[in-house]
């Protein structure tokens, strides 16, 4: 469970990051990942953290949440791909190597890739979108 004004943070250095809305105060939680890996979570007042560790240096986790729709996210990533869909509340989304996708729901967006697409649609807010190098 979650209180209304929490943000989640989520950071990922490689493997899939989609994050979904739904109407339950509460965040699941499904992590794909090497035995090994292990994901962290840490929460401080206001701030919900999401990561990995892992013992090789680089942990490869394909995360799927399920948040509540007035959540907002601070999304970073370096070789993932980032989906974010029916999110009412702000949404901030950076990867390096991967495509950033958000679909449906509301509240400002500032989406960026540097080797990547970026695409909104269905939304309703302002969108900031930029990509440095798609090949």
Known sequence: ???????????????TVVIEGWSRDAVRLIAD?????????????????LS???PAGLAEVDYKVNVPEWM???LSAFESPIV????????????????VTCTGGSGNR???SVEGRVQSADTKC????GSIDRH
């Open 1 to 15: 469970a979650v209180p209304k004004g929490m943000v989640l943070r989520l950071n990922n250095a490689a493997g």
């Open 33 to 49: 990942r090497d035995r090994h890996d292990r994901i962290k979570i840490s929460q401080s007042p206001g701030m919900l953290d």
């Open 52 to 54: 990995a560790v892992s």
């Open 72 to 74: 907002p996210l601070m």
């Open 84 to 99: 974010v869909k029916g999110i009412k509340a702000p949404v901030l989304a950076t990867s390096i190597r991967g495509d």
């Open 110 to 112: 500032r989406l960026s």
């Open 126 to 129: 302002d969108v900031t979108a």
